[in-house]
């Protein structure tokens, strides 16, 4: 397994994890205050599309590396 391989797998774990994290958030709902303003659901749903959209893009990118 390549160099490039193993970085390529690691971040997509890494935006698998945070995925997860935006998800877990707009399930259970709990509140997340950045510099005194709390931040919407909107935002965990824009946060999971793009962190779910780049763990899959670097699968794919992983899977067909050789």
Request: charged letters at 10%.
């Amino acid at each position: 397994m390549s160099s490039h391989k193993v970085a390529t797998l690691i971040g997509a774990l890494t935006f698998l994890a945070l995925a997860a994290v935006a998800l877990y958030r707009l399930l259970v709902g709990f509140p997340i205050v950045v510099g005194g303003m709390q931040v919407g659901q909107t935002t965990s749903f824009i946060a999971f599309v793009a962190f779910a959209a780049l763990a899959l893009m670097l699968f794919r990118g992983a899977r067909g590396t050789e």
